[in-house]
């Protein structure tokens, strides 16, 4: 069986502002846009493919169409049962480009000075998000992340103070390194259950059964992997962290 492979605009595989998962979800839409029908694939097929949440697809969907990278169509009344999602940009073989640019691409004053060579410094302005401090982000978390949970509290109508961020931030350190799960993932899972805050270690302890032995056996030396472990593994695989 002959293997497909995709090709992406060199500059978007570099682009900081966009998450592996949407990278992988962008290129798999790319694939599908070249079919008949186009891309009409439902949110489960997503979901099945890089194992993450259907909530968390939805998240990624908006997330590419708010950088202008896709555009999503839902027919009126239908839900996300007869949706099609188009490519904007950036599919490329070589240097000829297969799909015409719709929108223009996102340029920032900071990739601009650092394609010239001429700076090296972030833009101050891009350190600030929702006017919350971002400059001191822990390096283990993802941008995209953090600003998710920012909009996650907004949407609660509880907006973040810069005090109540750090805070946030600190209770992020605390349960990641307490559970040893990756940063990004305390984040996601505190969303994708519709808390306020981020998930305390017990919480988080809860939710993905850690440290649950779901073998009757008192062997200690064969422990299968709960589905806490199994969760924040491939979270990690994507992510590369850990």
Not at 164 to 190: G, P, W, Y
Request: proline share 2%.
């Amino acid at each position: 069986m002959s293997k497909k492979y995709v090709s992406l605009d060199w500059s978007f595989i570099r682009d900081k502002d966009t998450t592996m998962h949407e990278k992988l979800l962008f290129s798999e839409i790319s694939q599908l846009s070249m079919l008949d029908k186009g891309c009409v694939a439902s949110n489960h097929h997503f979901s099945s493919l890089l194992g993450v949440k259907k909530q968390a697809v939805s998240r990624l969907i908006k997330s590419l169409e708010s950088k202008g990278y896709i555009t999503s169509l839902i027919k009126p009344g239908s839900r996300n049962y007869d949706r099609e999602i188009t490519i904007n940009k950036m599919l490329q073989v070589g240097n000829n480009l297969l799909l015409d640019s719709v929108t223009k691409c996102l340029e920032t004053k900071e990739n601009n000075t650092v394609n010239n060579n001429t700076v090296n410094n972030k833009s101050t302005k891009n350190l600030f998000y929702k006017e919350i401090d971002l400059s001191e982000l822990p390096k283990q978390i993802s941008t995209d992340e953090i600003k998710e949970f920012i909009d996650h509290r907004i949407k609660k109508k509880s907006p973040l103070s810069q005090e109540a961020f750090n805070r946030a931030i600190k209770q992020i350190n605390k349960t990641a390194t307490e559970l040893n799960l990756d940063h990004n993932l305390v984040i996601t899972e505190s969303i994708d259950a519709g808390w306020q805050g981020i998930g305390k270690p017990e919480w988080l302890r809860n939710r993905l059964n850690i440290g649950v032995n779901n073998n009757a056996s008192s062997n200690r030396n064969s422990k299968p992997e709960t589905n806490g472990e199994r969760i924040n593994r491939e979270h990690r695989e994507v992510y590369g962290t850990g």
